[in-house]
């Protein structure tokens, strides 16, 4: 698929226009035609770079992503939680969150949606979890055969999903500074 045509400052406008749909109408109501016209595109040129809107609005969602996990490395799993937390924006945290709440549910009815997220958010979210853990394993600050470690990714997507849930707040930087120095390094032994 060609890609080159747009430059980087108009592929991050389109995504920026995509996600502010998403969180205005939601995954099922979200067209290519409404795309087009906020982007002031046409619905050719959106389906010549993406293919479909699964890969438009999981591409778009990767774009948000403040930093590639794998590109932290503060020398500690402690320093590099702490980091990637910083990374991120308390406001930019609460309408992610809301948003991948919404798209959890349309990933039920849309399997093409589900591949698109895992392939292009989930799977690169996750290697660069395992390089970020496999670092702290290899600077021994944590046991290679800690049974926690296959649950990493399941706590902390948790965090994100059970305190909207229990206590009815979104998720911030504090609470996510706190949940990983509680939960997930005394799960891992640090």
Avoid at 83 to 104: N, P, Y
Avoid at 160 to 188: C, G, N
Wanted: hydrophobic share 45%.
């Amino acid at each position: 698929m060609a890609r080159s045509r747009l430059t980087p400052e108009r592929e991050a406008e389109l995504y920026a226009a995509v996600l502010d749909l998403l969180r205005e109408v939601g995954y099922d109501a979200l067209t290519m035609d409404a795309i087009a016209a906020r982007t002031h595109s046409s619905k050719a040129t959106l389906y010549r770079q993406w293919g479909s809107k699964p890969e438009l609005v999981a591409r778009a969602l990767r774009n948000n992503k403040p930093v590639a996990l794998e590109q932290i490395d503060t020398g500690s799993l402690r320093g590099d939680f702490h980091e990637m937390v910083a990374r991120s924006d308390d406001c930019q945290m609460e309408k992610d969150s809301a948003l991948m709440r919404g798209l959890f549910h349309a990933v039920h009815d849309n399997p093409d949606l589900h591949q698109a997220l895992r392939e292009l958010l989930i799977e690169p979210e996750l290697t660069g979890l395992g390089q970020l853990l496999r670092r702290a394993v290899d600077r021994g600050e944590i046991p290679a055969d800690n049974p926690a470690l296959g649950y990493v990714p399941h706590m902390l997507i948790g965090a994100f999903i059970a305190l909207q849930l229990i206590e009815d707040r979104p998720v911030d930087r504090s609470f996510l500074v706190s949940y990983l120095d509680a939960v997930v390094l005394p799960a891992l032994g640090v």
